[in-house]
């Protein structure tokens, strides 16, 4: 059974840069795909960036230039950078994945994000 652990969640200030970190267990091989939803205090879950094995990158339409998804198959890790943190940009952050593409989706429990002077 695959499990995902994020860390790297935090408090910073406006335009500031935070980095998340996902690790996978419980695979022997590459899952199909990784990546980070949020959702903030009275939204509903959106798409920040996913990223497959074979090199997809998929960012959400809320998210600017600032993000960058990365990963190490061989690993099953996922980073996600963000640069010029905005307040819009305070969420719940949870990372995803699918061990194939038709597999039920997996969810971390989510790391708090607060971007606040």
């Known amino acids: 059974q695959v499990q995902l652990v994020e860390s790297g969640g935090g408090l910073v200030q406006p335009g500031g840069s935070l980095t998340l970190s996902c690790a996978a267990s419980?695979?022997?091989?590459?899952?199909?795909?990784m990546g980070w939803y949020r959702q903030a205090p009275g939204k509903q879950r959106e798409v920040v960036a996913t990223l497959s094995t074979g090199g997809h990158t998929n960012y959400g339409d809320s998210v600017k230039g600032g993000f960058t998804i990365s990963r190490v198959n061989a690993q099953n890790t996922a980073t996600l950078q963000m640069t010029s943190l905005e307040p819009e940009d305070t969420a719940v952050y949870f990372c995803y994945a699918r061990r194939t593409a038709l597999a039920s989706i997996v969810w971390g429990q989510g790391t708090l994000v607060t971007v606040s002077s």
């Open positions: 419980g695979s022997n091989s590459p899952l199909y795909v």
